[in-house]
């Protein structure tokens, strides 16, 4: 994350955020902040060394809004809304969308009962497995599409050059580049050409994908933001899956991912990365697909959580 310079965004408003989960349980910013690698992608940006997040977020009605969230302490953060001193209800949704994003209504307590009973995750229960999100469930599809068969670099070219050229700018933001822009909405990348995700994307075979996608949604052929909102028993996890394995770009990987961010963790995210770090946290030669399930089964609907809060230990310094 680049440092934030002072100037016509500095900052003019701050709001304080609990940071305790609903049944009381710990929240640990920093490893909510590191929880996966697309947390990093515009429009956040991560500092995991002083714990912050820029992020820019819609404002319904209003023009974007650039905002800071940085700790105040074990049960605290802050959030700094930059530029002009925002009104009530500005603030009042600031401080939604910054909820939404860090999952700060969600209840972890039952994972955390299971982990407490098992070595290997007991340190989770101090407050890790919250899986930062995007403001909407289609930049949260589309991000996951761009991270498939492809360098994380070019994942990074992929969504920052989409937010630089679709995305709306906030008030005060830098006249080029990601910084202070949303992510485009579904009607923004539906309209912009084939030229655009070839040359200015370079998405390669993801842009018919990506075009595609947003096309259906801007049309309202398919509702993304209604698969986030539905409970299990609304929506079980397998009917889940099977919508999201019918989007174009979304293969098996991409939909566990997927899930994994709409806060259904019944799969585990099966990839080139995942497989050998397993095997080598495990101390084994190989582990299978099958020898990793039956590890994290008695998880339940979080064994995909665990799975992947066992990967992930070592990202964040004891």
Known sequence: MKAVTDGPARAASS????????????????????SHGVATLPPLAVDEHTCTLEVTVPIAGHRPRMVRVTRAGATAAQITVLGI????????????????????????????????????????????GRMIRSSTVFEDIVKTICTTNC???????????????????????????A?????????????????FYRNTVRAGYRGAYLKGLAQSVAAKMVDLEALGQATPDELPDDELAARLLALPGVGPYAAAHIMMMLGRYSRLVLDSWTRPTYARIANRKRATDDAMKFRFRRYGRYAGLAFWLYLTREWVPE
Do not use: C, K
């Open 179 to 195: 910084r202070g822009r949303t992510f485009p909405t579904p009607a923004a990348m539906a309209a912009a050409s084939n030229a």
């Open 15 to 34: 709001i304080d955020l609990p940071l305790v989960g609903p049944q009381g349980e710990p929240i640990d910013l920093l490893r909510t902040l590191t």
């Open 85 to 128: 001193r925002p009104s009530d209800g500005t603030r009042d949704a600031v401080r939604r969308a910054v909820g939404h994003i860090l999952r700060l209504g969600e209840d972890l307590s039952s994972f955390y009962a299971l982990a407490t009973a098992d070595p290997d995750l007991a340190w989770a229960a101090a407050g890790a």
């Open 151 to 177: 360098a994380w670099s070019a994942t990074e070219r992929m969504v920052t050059a989409l937010v630089a050229h679709l995305g709306e700018p906030a008030a005060g933001a830098p006249a080029n580049g």
